[in-house]
């Protein structure tokens, strides 16, 4: 394949260009579905919220028109669109109002918490849900495969709230080998990470034993079987090749429920963190966090879709950019 | 459950009689008592489900208390019991709205195409790119708390999925010969969406409403749990589990049966929707 990836593998720069417009335009429509449910959606319910959060409870209009005047909500709903479109280009999503601080800044300190049990969920969940689909298409014992198989369903239908607290009742509880709460140590961190890689290690393998599937159906298999490949060396050097690059794609739908499920996981858990942010957020309707947030998660799933997408090609030179060829989660959710 | 292999399963599963899947007679079964739970509580539990006996507190899975009592001595099995007309409620509304809404939506961007579709698909884009507990968690935030609330949110969050298998569906039998036939011998737009387009598009539709049933339960009782669906003491499932949180050491029960059921629930819905999924493909 050498000569091919040098020449097909180039991203044209028009396709890179049509692709950052994209991911710009889906970025700017995120900010402004936010904006229309968080600050459009209620009136003056929440007007009343972001009143009560400051002190008292204001059911008096003049207090009301008060409020009003200092979140700017006096303003033409356009002007005010603009303002927090312009403020949130600088980073700044408004203050929140429970604790003070901007909501920019704390998302951005909640993060390395987040990460530090976001990374080795990952990790996790791609050794153990490939380990999974590899072996599980790989065998020839027939009731292992099943077995293997079954195991990524019944992952995704498990809460993770309730396989959180199994685990604690289990390893904190009875063993008593690791900590139910808190942040402290790397013992803190096993059930944690444990509990958030369920959900994703089940889609990894799902996804991947479903592409690892239909590779071993393809005719080169028996072609590099029949000049005399092991069967561990036609898994692992050709199918597992040609079907992890189509799995590349689910990058932005993995990052994008870790980042989901970090909200069930450190309120099982009580750890600090973007997920704990969120819950505490929504349950004082503090708008400024959650719209945040829901930019943050919008963010990080467009750009590594964009990588991607541009990656791609690269690494499978059969990937022509055609005007035809859509984003990357137009591949993953089909 | 001997159908769950991918790929290969398909030609074994296909016109055989039902008891071959004890899996799937399996979860029948759960679904048809989980059903019955919601429509006729009091054959399954005698027991009150909010009003507890001071004396029975905090009681073990005994036969008189099948899943033990909780810390004000209410059977946990009849909160269970009870909980599931509200968590399968939530569950419906959910799915129907985003049916509804996202049906609506591909119907309208298939069938316009133009400006209307690329706004439409631009709006399904942006639903694609925030997770859905989030942008459930960001209608909650602003409809308020409470188990219909909580339903509409997990529903808007899942219209995408329809919007663009509705739109498929529309572009497909819209381009058909037949439509063009129907076109030709003088049928208005109005009626080809009902009278070809719908109920062509209707046996997918219908699948996924079916698929989305599981993740549906899923996230309304994660909501719940989080503590933005029904006010204490109505007996959501979630709020079931979460209320158990503070006898983890003591009152294994609490939280496990309540998850249990949810658990089990989500499991025979999925095996079911997989079930449904497989046969319409042949057809």
Same mark, same amino acid.
């Given at each position: ?334 | ?21 004890? +899996? ?119 409809? +308020? ?68 049933? +599981? ?43 309540? +998850? ?24």
């Amino acid at each position: 394949m050498g000569v091919a990836v040098v020449t097909a593998g180039k991203v044209p720069v028009s396709y890179v260009l049509r692709r950052l417009t994209q991911t710009v335009l889906v970025l700017w429509a995120a900010f402004t579905l936010s904006f229309v449910i968080l600050y459009l959606l209620p009136g003056d319910a929440v007007l009343t919220k972001l009143g009560s959060a400051e002190g008292g409870i204001t059911a008096d209009p003049e207090e009301l028109a008060a409020i009003r005047a200092e979140y700017g909500m006096d303003e033409p709903v356009l002007v005010q669109y603009l303002d927090r479109l312009f403020a949130a280009l600088t980073g700044d999503f408004g203050t929140s109002v429970t604790t003070g601080e901007t909501a920019t800044h704390m998302v951005v300190s909640a993060l390395p918490s987040t990460l530090a049990i976001a990374v080795p969920a990952l990790v996790l969940a791609i050794v153990i849900g490939g380990g999974v689909a590899l072996l599980g298409t790989y065998t020839r014992q027939r009731w292992l495969g099943q077995l293997l198989l079954s195991l990524p369903p019944l992952g995704i239908s498990l809460p993770p709230f309730w396989v959180g607290l199994l685990l604690i009742q289990l390893f904190s509880f009875e063993l008593r080998l690791l900590p139910a709460m808190g942040a402290e140590g790397i013992s803190s961190v096993i059930l944690p990470s444990v509990t958030l890689a369920l959900p994703v290690g089940a889609i990894v393998a799902q996804v991947l034993a479903k592409s690892l599937a239909t590779q071993q159906a393809q005719p080169y298999v028996d072609v590099v079987a029949a000049k005399g490949a092991s069967r561990v060396r036609v898994h692992i050097g050709h199918v597992l090749r040609n079907a992890a690059v189509p799995a590349l794609t689910l990058a932005g739908v993995v990052t994008g429920n870790l980042l989901a499920g970090s909200v069930v996981t450190e309120t099982v858990f009580s750890r600090d963190g973007i997920g704990r942010v969120t819950a505490d957020a929504v349950t004082a309707q503090d708008i400024p966090v959650v719209q945040a947030v829901i930019v943050l998660a919008a963010a990080v799933f467009v750009l590594i879709n964009l990588i991607v997408d541009l990656v791609y090609p690269v690494l499978d030179p059969r990937i022509a950019h055609t005007p035809a060829a859509g984003p990357a989660k137009e591949r993953i959710h089909a | 459950m001997p159908d769950t292999v991918i790929g290969s399963a398909r030609s074994r599963g296909r016109n055989r009689p039902l008891w071959h899947a004890p +899996g799937l007679v399996l979860s029948l079964f759960v679904l048809v008592i989980v059903v019955s739970w919601a429509l006729v509580p009091n054959w399954w539990t005698t027991h009150d489900p909010v009003t507890g006996v001071p004396a029975e507190r905090l009681l073990g899975p005994s036969s008189a208390h099948l899943f033990g009592t909780d810390e004000t001595g209410r059977d946990v099995f009849a909160r269970v019991v009870h909980g599931a007309a509200l968590s399968l409620q939530a569950t419906v509304i959910a799915v129907l709205v985003a049916l509804v809404a996202g049906s609506l939506l591909g119907l309208v961007a298939g069938y316009r195409g133009g400006w209307a579709d690329s706004a439409i698909m631009r709006v399904v884009d942006v639903l694609l790119a925030i997770p859905s507990i989030l942008l459930s968690l960001a209608l909650v935030t602003a409809l +308020g708390f409470g188990t219909t609330n909580v339903a509409i949110a997990v529903g808007v969050s899942r219209i995408a999925d329809f919007a663009r298998l509705m739109r498929a569906e529309t572009l497909r039998v819209r381009s058909s010969v037949y439509v063009e036939a129907a076109r030709v011998s003088g049928l208005r737009w109005p009626g080809v969406l009902t009278r070809h387009v719908l109920p062509n598009a209707f046996g997918p539709v219908l699948v996924l409403g079916v698929l989305t049933f +599981g993740t549906a339960v899923l996230e309304v009782s994660a909501l719940s749990f989080l503590g933005f669906g029904a006010m204490p003491p109505a007996p959501e499932w979630g709020s079931l589990v979460s209320s158990g949180r503070g006898f983890l050491a003591t009152a294994w029960w609490l939280t496990t049966f309540p +998850g249990l059921a949810i658990a089990a629930v989500v499991l025979a819905g999925n095996r079911v929707a997989r079930a449904i999924d497989r046969e319409t493909e042949h057809q």
